[in-house]
């Protein structure tokens, strides 16, 4: 909102920052942000039928300071004019509906209850704001009955989502490193935060990786919209077909399905396939500077080994690209693949590799770290750029 640090402190110290946003967006009409004549605030599980909200601030005075609240759907009306007057008082720490004690009696204004309904209700013609749509699935019939989506399903598959993917910037690249992943707040969260830092701190794309994220087929229509539009925003994303379930053989379709795309050019070459889970950071300065030292045309199979078992930890593991190759060429049954998904790919290692692999810590535990891993005893970002 380009403020400094100490004025967002003072500020919030004052009140919630929902009650704050409409003295905050008022400094920067007319600068930053066009002039608005109205500010809405309204609450994340609440959907708004734009077309009817537009009808309902065309019937009210723009020149007036205006002040209406709904507390069903915490929702908030005022004209630019009242959000001009507001000065947060320290001693109320004023809540939205906290803001209406700012307001003349003359100039707060009650909303017609036919303007809000609940999420599962039908949608009536006057309706303007569907409440308590608390997940995504309910989001996605709230538009539905809104008419801003249509109601056929959308088409969505691996080789739909995967044509999408963004090239790399040569067709010879060293490791691709997926990222086991799939649809929630949280995890999109942690999707956007991990595009910053291999992107844009770890440079991954010079350092020869292209880092991208794995999904099977989700189980709801909402899902496969998202997870589609996030592809059209990004381009990183790899669907594997088979469905979403991390336990069900997601890590040997992986291998299987992404070798069948680096065949079919839908992906480039690679000499190294990883996976990683989308809780945790690869250190990939040092990865890539211990995978210099192997032959990706002799069997590696790399990770955070298990001290008494020949399998390496689910959290990342990965292999050079004849291992790769040779799961892939595996036709296991699916029962087989209903297991923990490290223990299962470690089999079909040992299945295809036939005494000749080699084995080495992707990542070392405290405190016997190696020369390439991270110590916690240094600078973070001594190790990462």
């Known amino acids: 909102m380009g403020r400094t640090t100490q004025e967002r402190l003072y500020s919030h110290g004052l009140g919630p920052s929902s009650a704050l946003f409409p003295q905050d967006i008022t400094k920067l009409l007319g600068q930053r942000l066009p002039k608005y004549d109205f500010i809405v605030q309204t609450s994340a599980p609440t959907v708004v039928n734009i077309k009817n909200l537009l009808a309902v601030l065309d019937s009210l005075n723009a020149s007036q300071p205006l002040y209406a609240f709904h507390k069903g759907s915490n929702t908030a009306i005022m004209t630019s004019q009242f959000a001009q007057t507001v000065h947060i008082s320290k001693e109320l720490f004023n809540t939205l509906e906290g803001l209406q004690s700012y307001a003349k009696p003359e100039h707060i204004v009650t909303l017609d209850s036919n303007l809000f309904a609940p999420c599962n209700a039908d949608f009536k013609k006057p309706t303007g704001f569907l409440e308590n749509c608390n997940t995504i699935n309910l989001k996605l019939e709230a538009f539905r009955k809104m008419d801003y989506m249509a109601k056929d399903a959308v088409s969505f598959s691996g080789s739909s989502v995967n044509k999408l993917i963004t090239a790399p910037p040569s067709k010879q690249r060293k490791l691709l490193y997926g990222i086991f992943t799939y649809y929630s707040d949280s995890t999109t969260q942690r999707r956007n935060l991990m595009r910053f830092v291999y992107n844009k701190l770890l440079i991954a794309a010079e350092r020869g990786v292209d880092v991208r994220f794995i999904f099977g087929i989700p189980k709801t229509e ?109 036709t296991p049954d699916e029962a087989s693949l209903r297991s923990y998904e490290d223990a299962v790919m470690a089999v079909l290692v040992i299945k295809v590799a036939n005494n000749t692999k080699t084995t080495w810590n992707f990542i070392d535990d405290r405190p016997q770290y190696g020369g390439w891993a991270i110590p916690v005893t240094k600078k973070f970002w001594e190790f990462i750029i």
């Open 222 to 330: 909402a899902e496969k919209r998202l997870i589609l539009e996030e592809q059209k925003q990004f381009g990183d994303i790899i669907v594997i077909d088979a469905p979403e379930a991390m336990n069900e053989g997601k890590s040997f379709y992986y291998i299987q399905q992404t070798v069948g795309m680096m065949d079919n050019g839908t992906l480039p070459s690679y000499q190294f396939i990883a996976k990683g889970d989308d809780d945790m950071l690869l250190n990939l300065r040092g990865v890539m500077d211990k995978l210099a030292e192997y032959d990706p045309n002799e069997i590696v199979y790399f990770g955070r080994s298990h001290p008494t078992k020949f399998e390496n930890f689910g959290m990342t593991y990965g292999f050079s690209i004849i291992l790769a190759r040779k799961i892939a060429a595996e």
